[in-house]
């Protein structure tokens, strides 16, 4: 046995058992030290219980949440993939863009560029649902980023088992994924929209008079910018919850956010029927924000009530989807 | 509610369609551990679903720690712990972060979490491994892993579907007493669904049999082993006289060729045995105990009678295959 063997465990049993063991000294020595660890063994497998109590339901929603929403900033949470945290910092940099040439505008002095950039009715309904650049190359790669693996890993990964296994409710499960998506998606769209208007306060010196003026439209600008994420949203997770992979809730929801609104730009140029932006997610959205902010209408021989009408029922649809595929989803096997 | 049984159900019966996935299962589990044995599609998912409350069950009733499974599944869900079959962790995650977040879906405070996480981790033998991604773990590292996820909150029932699929004999050694330690040291229960019937008998007082969703068989396994200790012997000559003079002296004898069995009903059997032999003039070359294994259970369950098992008699009324010795022709006689 090792007992002069450097590398043995500390334990002091043996000097114990020297002094006062209750052996009768005929065992075999070997014996007596059998019970020891072996050289440089340190694990001892011991179960520990635990007597906490477990915390209610919004403490639940709250860790999937946080699981979500951490992981775009920190090492420990949900593995967002290093291009898609890339893409969102770039994106949210490029939104900042109005801001910076409003405070740029202010900073210099200049009307015209102030005129330009500066907060307007325009321009607040330019940075949420403006076509170029922002929904063509930033808000829905974004989402198209986000929601491609937010359903459908679980599905390849396994990892719905992991949340049905809890007492989570499969409404918890979807409504906590959707507003994870939704908060990073606002965190880059409407935090840029809200410093936006701030800087205009602060570079121009506005008063109160100024925004007692201007926050209707602002809200309004919210308010359109919040149904773009939710419609956005919306669609890609129903996307996600009907695939087990990345790719294709991603790509499929591009596909059909710019197949749609070409096929009717299409329809409209060779027949000059307009009719058919009805099935693009994008100029509904765009025709209800125009409203809502009062810009000019894209559409001005159908009411806006259509386009919100489109939007309802194509959110319905994709949430239908969405919640019949989350309650179709496996816990023992998937 | 009987506190004596950790699982009880009451003509449980669970349709899809026309489909009867469970039929009438009246269960009774009682703590310690237990195997859920069963062939592909008997229904063990179907239940594992039915006794964490997350499908409703078309009639019955059933209760799980005192809770009942049609309106207390959120309860129930916190009170098991489930270990899923297949993969149920984030590869991109690493292990220790995988395990907190585990049990923040449970409701755990998220320090909590993490002090729970390493001492659980510590307890399935994942050690310093835990700070690595689980996309670099080996399948066993994955299966602690996942049961660390299901024990994290300590939960008096942990399901454990498949616990030992896919390990090496050392993995698997390990996996099987770390059960086993959490039932007689943790004092826990383990429900075991597995087909490796030597792992079940080994972790496992009792089993639970399912075939085509009807309960085939359920208690200690010692108690279904017991009934059928037999002698079995191999004869040399004469085995037609002495399978007579067996049967005369009211011996239950089973024959095939030379190979005989004949159940033990007391202790002087083996006396009588040789006694009859010699009074016959019969040689007995081999003489021993035969007990069946579990895996011959399951086995005569499945391929004599499916279901509706009475007693083991039942389940062994077959002949099964003998061992054949070459005697020599002069002794061929029986």
Not at chain 1, 3 to 22: I, M
Not at chain 1, 283 to 304: E, F, I, M, N, R
Request: aromatic share 10%.
């Amino acid at each position: 046995m090792a007992r002069d063997d450097a590398r043995a465990p500390v334990t002091g049993k043996t000097r114990l058992q020297a002094a006062w063991g209750s052996n009768t000294g005929d065992e075999v020595e070997d014996i007596g030290m059998a019970a020891l660890p072996k050289t440089g063994e340190i694990f001892n497998q011991d179960y520990k219980p635990w007597t906490g109590t477990l915390n209610p339901r919004w403490m639940r929603n709250w860790a999937i949440l946080r699981h979500h929403l951490f992981g775009v900033f920190r090492k420990g949470y949900r593995p967002w993939g290093m291009p898609t945290r890339i893409f969102l910092v770039i994106v949210f940099i490029a939104s900042l863009t109005d801001a910076a040439l409003t405070l740029l505008s202010g900073i210099l002095g200049s009307p015209e560029l102030h005129q330009l950039w500066g907060v307007n009715r325009n321009n607040l309904y330019g940075h949420n649902l403006g076509f170029f650049p922002r929904n063509i190359l930033y808000y829905p790669i974004v989402t198209a980023l986000l929601v491609g693996g937010v359903i459908s890993e679980d599905r390849h990964h396994g990892t719905s088992a992991l949340y049905f296994s809890r007492p989570i409710s499969r409404f918890d499960y979807t409504a906590m994924k959707f507003i994870s998506v939704a908060l990073i998606q606002s965190l880059i769209i409407l935090g840029s929209y809200i410093l936006f208007y701030f800087s205009e306060i602060i570079a121009m010196g506005r008063g109160w008079a100024w925004i007692v003026d201007t926050f209707p439209i602002f809200v309004a600008g919210l308010i359109a910018g919040i149904l773009l994420i939710f419609t956005y949203t919306s669609l890609g997770l129903a996307m996600s919850s009907i695939s087990r992979g990345r790719f294709f809730p991603g790509i499929g929801l591009l596909a059909f956010l710019f197949g749609s609104k070409t096929i009717a730009a299409i329809i409209s140029g060779l027949f000059e029927r307009d009719i058919l932006y009805l099935l693009s997610p994008y100029d509904c959205l765009a025709h209800v924000g125009q409203a809502l902010v009062g810009t000019q209408l894209s559409y001005t021989q159908y009411s806006w009530t259509w386009s919100l009408v489109s939007l309802v029922l194509m959110n319905g649809a994709a949430l239908y989807v969405l919640a019949s595929r989350v309650s179709s989803m496996e816990v023992t096997r998937e | 509610m009987n506190s004596e049984f950790v699982i009880q159900t009451q003509d449980l019966s669970k349709a899809y369609g026309t489909h009867v996935a469970l039929e009438k299962l009246n269960i009774q589990i009682p703590y310690g551990a237990t195997g859920l044995l069963g062939q592909n599609g008997a229904g063990k998912s179907t239940f594992l679903k039915t006794i964490l409350g997350l499908i409703q069950i078309s009639s019955g009733e059933g209760q799980v720690l005192g809770y009942d499974v049609r309106t207390q599944g959120e309860l129930i869900r916190s009170h098991v712990g489930y270990m899923p079959e297949y993969d149920a962790l984030n590869p991109g995650m690493d292990g220790i972060h995988q395990v907190k977040y585990s049990g923040e879906l449970l409701g755990m405070n998220p320090i909590v979490a993490m002090q729970r996480a390493h001492e659980t981790l510590q307890f399935v033998g994942i050690g310093e491994q835990r700070y690595r991604e689980i996309e670099s773990y080996s399948t066993g590292m994955k299966q602690a892993t996942k049961l660390a996820c299901a024990i994290i909150h300590d939960p008096k029932l942990v399901i454990a579907d498949e616990p030992s699929n896919g390990l090496d004999a050392y993995s698997r050694e390990f996996m099987v007493n770390t059960l086993r330690l959490m039932v007689k040291e943790g004092e826990r229960s383990v429900m075991m669904a597995s087909h490796l019937m030597e792992d079940v008998e080994r972790v496992c007082d009792n089993i639970v049999l399912l075939h085509k969703g009807k309960l085939a068989a359920q208690g200690k396994i010692e108690d279904l082993k017991a009934i059928d200790k037999e002698i079995e012997i191999h004869v040399w000559g004469k085995a037609t006289q002495l399978e007579e003079r067996l049967l005369s002296d009211g011996f239950k004898v089973r024959r095939e060729g030379r190979v005989m069995r004949i159940t033990q009903d007391s202790d002087s059997i083996a006396t009588e045995i040789l006694q009859a032999a010699a009074d016959v003039g019969s040689q007995i070359r081999r003489l021993h105990e035969y007990e069946a294994s579990l895996e011959d259970l399951f086995v005569a369950i499945m391929e004599n009678l499916g279901y509706n098992v009475k007693s083991s008699d039942d389940l062994l009324g077959n002949p099964i295959a003998a061992r054949r010795v070459d005697a020599p022709e002069e002794l061929k006689e029986g």
